[in-house]
């Protein structure tokens, strides 16, 4: 099974978390949440999710991962100028790893400054930002372009999750 990085800081949208982290680890992928600082505690922006960060940012590579989620709320927000995040994510990228962002999770691909040429989708007052980065904006549940796979709020996250899951098991290694 995959292995996941949750990129997570507080004031997460509660259901832009919990709904990915609870399918990914429903479908029996390992799912790590990673934040700024290891056993910090992160609250949802409505207190409805708490999760503790399994693994601090700077401790992380992401050849350690098969796939990047980013739960959107305020957490983007929270995360997009810290250096190893951004790190990590181009690397994720590099290697063509899925990364997954959902509502303003997209804020953390505009900082490491890799939606130049991309289709996506976000929180739709998003989509000037989206498009200043070089991106193209499609108002759709989920737009997946190589390996980002994209979704605007809550209500579209089934689709999200199942993009997720099936990019997973495309890019599971042979057993």
């Known amino acids: 099974m ?22 990914v680890t ?10 700024l600082k290891q056993g ?3 609250v949802g922006k409505k207190g409805e999710a708490v999760y503790t960060a399994d693994k601090a940012i700077a401790d992380v590579q992401a050849g350690d991962y098969d796939a990047v989620v980013i739960p959107g709320g305020s957490s983007p927000e929270n995360l997009r100028l810290d250096s190893e995040i951004l790190r990590f994510v181009k690397e994720a990228d590099g290697t063509g790893k899925p990364i997954a962002a959902i509502c303003h999770g997209p804020q ?6 890799l ?11 998003l989509q000037d930002d989206v498009v200043n980065a070089g991106a ?6 989920v ?6 796979i994209t979704s605007r709020t809550p209500k579209d996250e089934p689709a999200f999750v199942r993009e997720i899951l099936k990019a997973l098991q495309q890019s599971e290694p042979s057993r």
């Open 40 to 42: 910090e505690k992160l």
């Open 108 to 113: 953390i691909l505009i900082s490491a400054e």
């Open 2 to 23: 995959s292995k996941v990085a949750f990129l997570l800081a507080s004031g997460f949208e509660d259901s832009e978390m919990k709904v990915p982290y609870d399918g």
């Open 136 to 141: 193209q904006f499609k108002d759709e549940e």
């Open 143 to 148: 737009v997946v372009d190589g390996n980002f």
């Open 26 to 35: 429903g479908a029996g992928h390992q799912a790590d949440i990673i934040g």
């Open 115 to 125: 939606l130049k040429g991309r289709t996506v989708t976000s929180y739709p007052p």
